[in-house]
């Protein structure tokens, strides 16, 4: 996350013209010279112009660039903002503005996935905890029900978030309802990003207490962290707006004494 700091002199520096050196973006933004150095390689800032002794020369609109990709990072992810801001670099905004659709699709999902769990976790009744009954289903059938491989399910069960019966005659795994149900309960808390150790005590905790209440922090903990994201993703839009305008109103080259390339001879 940006430190509100940083944003006010990140901010300062978009009016004042002057030229950049590698170290005054890396201050700013608390990153390393190194840091700025590779972001431009990426593709995530425009390429600096050099002196006649081939030294980097940033501008405002690199700052732009840099606090736009670090207001990004929280709700879209390292990989995602990145391609964001290549795609600006490419003046491709149309692409920018796909993928940036994407995460707010991704973030829509997560909630319905959320509200899917609560329902879910609503119809663990104290009756629906009881043990093995007389039917149930084979591995492969639960797998293709579940959208996922049988060997998940198997991994499911050797992490002891499953506890099926093994069919006395064929020895082939079988999984009864309250199975089921706590199979459909882990594919529900993988899709919100939590690890199968995580799962674990939650599943035991509801076996134990037939109840919500074990689940009642983990889904505050969720709908909060879907909230950041939200608002990530808020602040993310912001800051590459501000960008754009920069790209609009600002050149990246500079003097003519300035020139596009050259060895890299930047100081620290």
Known sequence: MIRPYIVAVMGSDLQTGERLRPIDLARAAGLSTQAVRNYEEAGILPPAARTTSGYRVYTPVHTAALRAFLALLPGHGHATATAIMRAVGRDAPEEAFRLIAGSHAQLLEDRATLLAVERALGDLEPASLAGPGGGGLFVGPLARQLGVRPAT?????????????????????????????????????????????????????????????????????????????????????????????????????VDPDIRAAGPSLDPA
Request: glycine share 10%.
């Open 153 to 253: 399910l198997r991994a499911w069960e050797r992490a002891g978030l499953v506890r099926p019966r093994r069919d006395p005659l064929t020895g082939y795994r079988v999984y009864d309802e309250a199975d089921v149900r706590d199979a459909r309960l882990i594919r529900q808390l993988r899709r919100g990003g939590y690890l199968l150790e995580q799962i674990a005590p939650l599943i035991t905790q509801v076996r134990a207490a037939g109840g919500l209440e074990p689940l009642e922090g983990t889904l505050r903990d969720w709908h909060g962290r879907l909230a950041a994201r939200g608002r990530a993703l808020l602040s993310g839009a912001a800051a590459l707006e501000a960008y754009l305008r920069s790209r609009e109103e600002c050149s990246v080259g």
